[in-house]
Nanobody, 115 residues
Framework: QVQLVESGGGLVQPGGSLRLSCAASGIIFSMYRMGWYRQAPGKQRELVATMFIGGSTNYADSVKGRFTITRDNAKNTVYLQMNSLKPEDTAVYYC?????????WGQGTQVTVSS
């Protein structure tokens, strides 16, 4: 059974930091492209960051320079370090693993940026 489990969300003040984790099981993690997405109330889910198998990354323009995606294949985990958080970063954050025709989503973790 494939599982992607996110953790690390919470309430943080503007300018603060959080690190999200997504632990995967049931897949050969190193063969999966891993991504972080977010969905704010009333908005469509959007791509935040992607890490490819070879280690290259890409980011949404809105988070470039503030967010960093990394992965630890030994721990089957992908991370999203979020710095200089803004109220507009408030959303449910999801991780997604993709390989060939397979795609798996986590259940999401809430991030709220508010004073």
């Amino acid at each position: 059974q494939v599982q992607l489990v996110e953790s690390g969300g919470g309430l943080v003040q503007p300018g603060g930091s959080l690190r999200l984790s997504c632990a995967a099981s049931g897949i050969i993690f190193s063969m999966y492209r891993m991504g972080w997405y977010r969905q704010a109330p009333g908005k469509q889910r959007e791509l935040v960051a992607t890490m490819f198998i070879g280690g290259s990354t890409n980011y949404a323009d809105s988070v470039k320079g503030r967010f960093t995606i990394t992965r630890d294949n030994a721990k089957n985990t992908v991370y999203l370090q979020m710095n200089s958080l803004k109220p507009e970063d408030t959303a449910v954050y999801y991780c997604k693993g993709t390989a060939g025709g397979n795609m798996y989503w986590g259940q999401g973790t809430q991030v709220t940026v508010s004073s």
